[in-house]
């Protein structure tokens, strides 16, 4: 009897047209915070200033990979990394 074996286990569905439901997400709460931001700012020169960060952010979390790493797993890393502390003793035994 044979069996089939599922194959490229680590590819992640793409649920939304072309996107995976972590990049949709990212985009969707990016669009949410720039339609935030074009609410409250007047000025439409500080409304692009604003949210150029925002959109560069949430393009970089859903599409970059650093070392084949997503960014969201290198800021997390950086996070934990700054938060240690850094003093190492070594006591012999």
Do not use: C, H
């Amino acid at each position: 009897m044979q069996f089939n074996v599922p194959q490229f286990l680590n590819i992640e569905d793409k649920v939304i047209g072309p996107f995976t439901l972590k990049q949709f997400g990212y985009l969707a709460g990016a669009g949410g915070v720039i339609f935030l931001i074009y609410t409250a700012v007047p000025n439409l020169f500080l409304f692009i200033l604003l949210s150029i960060p925002v959109f560069t952010f949430a393009v970089a979390l859903a599409f970059l990979k650093i070392n084949g790493r997503p960014f969201i797993n290198i800021i997390i890393s950086f996070i934990i990394y700054t938060g240690k502390p850094k003093l190492f003793i070594w006591r012999k035994k």
